[in-house]
């Protein structure tokens, strides 16, 4: 899926995160990763011109990612592909419910196991 367009796993996460701009520090938190990691991804996607650092509107001392034309084409691109590709286009309606409730099911007990205040 994100192959084509030369980005590694992360990376293609990153494309998909950047609905909106972001500072990397917050980028790091959706990607689960070290921040360090993230000055690498982002080097990738604007080397790639898919990404690119703009000032932090409100505080000068810190930048923001945001994508580019070409790299909100890619993640259109891969979401479309991902949706097109998904095993679940071959369940009806009836289905699809059915497996709703049983997600559900299984994430409530996960819930409910969860530790509280974290």
């Known amino acids: 899926m ?10 293609a996460c990153a494309v998909r995160d950047l609905v909106d701009p972001l500072p990397p520090s917050q980028l790091a938190v959706l990607l689960e990763c070290e921040p360090s990691n993230v000055t690498f991804v982002v080097s990738r996607l604007v080397s790639l011109g898919y990404a690119e650092r703009r ?15 070409r790299g909100q084409e890619v993640r259109r691109a891969m979401l479309d592909r991902l949706s097109a590709e998904s095993p679940l286009e071959r369940l009806d309606d009836e289905d699809l419910a059915q497996l709703q409730v049983l997600l559900e099911r299984v994430t409530a007990h996960d819930r409910a196991a969860a530790p509280t205040g974290v």
């Open 2 to 11: 994100y192959e084509p367009y030369g980005l590694t796993c992360t990376q």
């Open 55 to 69: 000032p932090h509107p409100t505080d000068r001392r810190s930048k923001l990612v945001a994508l580019t034309p």
